[in-house]
């Protein structure tokens, strides 16, 4: 692919029905992609396709639980048959299943684990094919500050957070040489649904954490991703893109 001239991306991103994914999919969409944008309820595909009608995007919603392998195949093979092969996929869709880790219940260490690592395994997976027959793709996996920090009871999205940039490393150096670069984003904390349960005090102190002083918004973490995924990033390359207000400045 030349440098500079715009080619329209086959873009899935999962968790497009709201948040953050939400604002990627209508970024990545106004900006000319065709985007597929996944939802857990029919609903919620709904949503997502009407808006991306609203953007003039030409792609549409679906409904996809990422932790179940059968419809992720299935649903995936219908997107390829559509759209043709998905050159850029972006792994948003999360959980957050929060409790100290003694009372943490096992099934809560096992959702959070499988739906934002294990179910980024298999997603990937799915999509790898298409990208290695076209020499191109954009990987991007949504990460957190605190898989790089740490964070009270959360040992098991932190644990997840961290095991995707493990991920990302190592698949960065599998692909590369099939012109396929794979990424993170680590946003701090966003404005989100995942975030609106925070108590005012908590909210303060994380404020007074945050040197540009405000929490960030999806569409900070949705230009990042923009970025990456464009002509102007293709020698980036297994990093991590910590989007925080310089609240974690990592080495
Ligand atoms: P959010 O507002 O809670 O939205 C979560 C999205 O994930 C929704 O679209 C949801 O779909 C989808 N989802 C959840 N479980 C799923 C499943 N089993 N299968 C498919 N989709 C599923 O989250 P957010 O704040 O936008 O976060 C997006 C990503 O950024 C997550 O990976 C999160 O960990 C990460 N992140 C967020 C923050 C933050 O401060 N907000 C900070 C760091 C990292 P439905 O609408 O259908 O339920």
Redesign the pocket.
């Known amino acids: 692919m030349s440098q500079n001239q715009f080619s329209p991306q086959v873009c899935l991103v999962?968790?497009?029905?709201?948040?953050?994914?939400?604002a990627i999919a209508l970024e990545l969409a106004s900006r000319g992609h065709i985007v597929i944008g996944?939802?857990?309820?029919a609903d919620?595909a709904e949503q997502i396709a009407t808006e991306l009608k609203k953007v003039a995007g030409k792609g549409t919603g679906v409904a996809?639980?990422?932790?179940d392998p059968q419809q992720s195949e299935s649903v995936i093979g219908d997107v390829v048959c559509e759209f043709g092969p998905i050159t850029v996929l972006v792994n948003?869709?999360?959980?957050?299943e929060d409790n100290l880790l003694l009372r943490m219940k096992p099934s809560q260490w096992e959702k959070t684990l499988n739906?934002?690592l294990a179910?980024v395994f298999r997603i990937t997976k799915l999509c790898l094919k298409g990208m290695t027959r076209a020499r191109y793709g954009r990987i991007i996996n949504?990460?957190?500050?605190?898989g790089a920090t740490g964070n009270a009871g959360q040992t098991n999205?932190s644990a997840s957070?961290a095991g995707l940039v493990g991920l990302t490393k190592s698949l960065a150096l599998e692909i590369a040489s099939r012109g396929i670069t794979v990424n993170a984003v680590?946003?701090?904390?966003?404005?989100?649904?995942?975030?609106a349960d925070l108590p005012e005090e908590q909210r303060d102190r994380l404020l007074e954490a945050i040197p540009l002083a405000r929490l960030?918004q999806?569409q900070d973490?949705a230009k990042t991703v923009a970025f990456l995924i464009s002509d102007d990033a293709a020698y980036i390359t297994g990093q991590v893109v910590h989007v925080n207000g310089g609240m974690h400045m990592a080495s």
């Open positions: 999962t968790g497009a029905s709201r948040g953050i994914g939400r996944t939802a857990t309820t919620g996809l639980d990422i932790t948003n869709a999360g959980v957050t739906t934002n179910s949504l990460s957190s500050v605190v999205y957070k680590a946003p701090g904390f966003i404005e989100t649904d995942m975030t960030g999806p973490i």
